[in-house]
């Protein structure tokens, strides 16, 4: 499974921006997605998952500002950012991993495929 990163970029403190993660999954519905970031000189962390069937999952520090979705059809997930701050900044990384579990990985260590990263930064 192969998986392209979309969406990264600069923008104010506030602002929003939009990632998205294209499968190459031919049953992508049966996928786990999920994101992760990592900073500078950080551990790589959980953002947000979405399970097989669209239970969603976030960490403490994203929640109520971003949204984890996918669109089966188009064998994509996305990660929508709102009121982005200054501690988002990192590379966003997108997951995925086959199963039905009802609740989605949080660790990266669940996560059998990787995209390559892309960058957020967030300016103050």
């Known amino acids: 499974v192969q998986l392209q990163v979309s969406g990264g970029g600069l923008v104010q403190t506030g602002g929003s921006l939009r990632l998205a993660c294209a499968a190459s999954?031919?049953?992508?519905?049966?996928?786990?997605m999920g994101w992760f970031r990592q900073a500078p000189e950080k551990e790589r962390e959980f953002v947000a998952a979405?399970?097989?069937?669209?239970?969603?999952d976030y960490a403490e520090a994203v929640k109520g500002r971003f949204a984890i979705s996918r669109d089966n059809a188009k064998k994509t997930a996305y990660l929508q950012m709102n009121s982005l701050r200054a501690e988002d900044t990192a590379v966003y990384y997108c997951?995925?991993?086959?199963?039905?579990?009802?609740?989605?990985?949080?660790?990266?260590?669940?996560?059998?495929?990787w995209g390559q990263g892309t960058q957020v930064t967030v300016s103050s």
């Open positions: 979405i399970n097989w069937n669209g239970a969603t």
């Open positions: 997951a995925a991993e086959y199963n039905f579990k009802t609740v989605a990985p949080v660790t990266p260590g669940e996560y059998d495929y």
């Open positions: 999954a031919r049953t992508f519905s049966n996928y786990c």
